[in-house]
């Protein structure tokens, strides 16, 4: 059964950090493309963050420069350390697999992703 579990989330002031965990069991997701998603309520589901299984990632704009993505393919845990938060990064963030190498910025389109967790909330004050 493959599964993905994120955790992480909370309450933090504008200004403040916090690190989200995306556990893979029942795969080893080192050879995925994975990313990083947002929604906030009434809004769409939007692509954060990006890393393809050799570590490169692509990062939408409005996070570039205060988030990273990483990954530890020996604990088989996708990261994502986000930095200098504001009110407008609050939402459920969920990390997903790929089905595939999405081309170019099609890596923020969720419809290339086959496998999802089931989100974690944060909220920025």
């Known amino acids: 059964h493959v599964q993905l579990v994120e955790s992480g989330g909370g309450s933090v002031q504008a200004g403040g950090s916090l690190r989200l965990s995306c556990a893979a069991s029942?795969?080893?997701?080192?050879?995925?493309?994975m990313g990083w998603f947002r929604q906030a309520p009434g809004k769409e589901r939007e692509g954060v963050a990006f890393?393809?299984?050799?570590?490169?990632?692509s990062y939408a704009d409005s996070v570039k420069g205060r988030f990273t993505a990483s990954k530890d393919n020996a604990k088989n845990t996708l990261y994502l350390q986000m930095n200098s938060l504001k009110p407008e990064d609050t939402g459920t963030y969920y990390c997903?697999?790929?089905?595939?190498?999405?081309?170019?910025?099609?890596?923020?389109?969720?419809?290339?992703?086959?496998?999802w967790g089931q989100g974690t909330q944060v909220t920025v004050s």
């Open positions: 997903a697999a790929a089905g595939g190498r999405p081309r170019g910025d099609r890596w923020s389109n969720p419809y290339e992703y086959k496998i």
């Open positions: 029942g795969y080893s997701y080192s050879s995925y493309c």
């Open positions: 890393i393809d299984s050799l570590g490169s990632t």
